[in-house]
């Protein structure tokens, strides 16, 4: 990877992080309702995840340009973490404000989103040693894992965090449903499960960068890991129709779109998980190609929001999915650069 291409794939992500905030402030400076607040505090929370994206490409891209130092190893999750930790923490103080339904539906969503950004900070820490995995990929399994690599505790507590993150939120989303009566519960019960399914998809994505690093990737599991981040997207995505159209209720537009867009995220992780699978051990002749699925997720995403944001003009419970499709997209987006990345590293591209 030269380096003209190193400084893009990582200022993708803090790019479209800086889009989320900016859009997010001036979502939040229009107006005191609640649209306003829930769309102005969502889009401002999506920069974590592009923050733990960019550490992500960060620790990636130092070790194949040859400029990883043993303090990225520190720096990079600490940064992650921190800003995931932060988030999550933003949304429980919004939930614990004042009790009025948009800090409830945002506090919610906004702490889930924080639990995102710990999850894709753990698939940085678990890339501290990525250039283990082409090496690997040269050797056999049977050589087990490689000297200079974490060892098997580390490996299960790095897959045990999106496993925990997801255990909170599924749990959180069913209580909050059990009171489906309520709008409020019912419109973060809704979110959070796709929250929940994203953390869901990134178990695999973790536990697939771990098992290469280790030499423990196999054949049985080759495809394991991508048909269970395919059954956690399609199932968003028809959880979000039927959220759409199972019921009359007017709260309904918001979560059953915003599912839709996290369905998107699903199928922009696939891509990784399924790069990593397809590369092992073997030759992949579109591998190049594997980067355009987030951008085709990205441009669904955005091409959807701007249909809802002229429907907002006659109908006001659009106006929340609109803005927060055009950030999810961005989040799209900033997955392209890791996939390229990804691409890159494992197909011994310069």
């Known amino acids: 990877m030269n380096f003209g291409i190193s400084i893009l794939f990582r200022l993708i992500p803090l790019a479209m992080g800086g889009v989320c905030l900016a859009f997010g402030l001036y979502v939040l400076s229009g ?108 050797g056999r399994h049977e050589d087990g894992p490689p000297d200079g690599t974490y060892g098997v505790g580390f490996g299960r507590f790095l897959i045990a965090i999106p496993v925990a993150a997801t255990v909170v939120l599924v749990t959180w989303a069913v209580i909050l449903l059990a009171g489906a009566s309520q709008q409020p519960h019912y419109i973060a019960g809704h979110v959070m499960l796709g929250l929940a399914a994203i953390c869901s998809s990134l178990v695999s994505l973790v536990a697939t960068v771990v098992r290469q690093v280790r030499n423990e990737f196999d054949e049985p599991e080759r495809w394991r890991w991508s048909i269970w981040v395919l059954v956690m997207g399609s199932g968003t995505l028809l959880w979000g129709l039927f959220v759409l159209f199972g019921s009359d209720r007017p709260e309904r537009v918001a979560p059953g779109c915003i599912l839709l867009g996290l369905g998107m995220i699903c199928f922009s992780i696939i891509s990784k998980v399924t790069l990593l699978a397809a590369v092992w051990r073997r030759e992949f002749s579109l591998s190049d190609r594997v980067p355009l699925i987030p951008v085709l997720t990205c441009l669904t995403c955005l091409f959807f929001a701007a249909f809802l944001s002229e429907a907002a003009m006659a109908d006001p419970s659009f106006f929340i999915p609109s803005r927060v499709l055009t950030g999810l997209g961005g989040v799209c987006f900033t997955l392209f650069s890791i996939v390229s990345i990804l691409e890159a590293g494992t197909s011994g591209k310069s």
């Open 31 to 138: 107006g005191t309702d609640a649209a306003h607040v829930v769309a102005g505090h969502v889009l401002i929370s999506l920069t974590a995840i592009c923050i733990a994206l960019f550490t992500t490409a960060a620790m990636i891209i130092r070790q194949l340009t040859g400029t990883f130092a043993p303090v990225w190893k520190a720096i990079l999750p600490i940064v992650g973490y921190g800003v995931a930790l932060a988030t999550a923490g933003w949304g429980l103080w919004l939930i614990a404000r004042s009790g009025a339904a948009d800090d409830f539906v945002a506090g919610h969503v906004v702490f889930g989103v924080g639990l995102i950004a710990a999850c894709v900070s753990t698939v940085a820490t678990a890339s501290t040693a990525f250039t283990m995995i082409p090496k690997n990929a040269a």
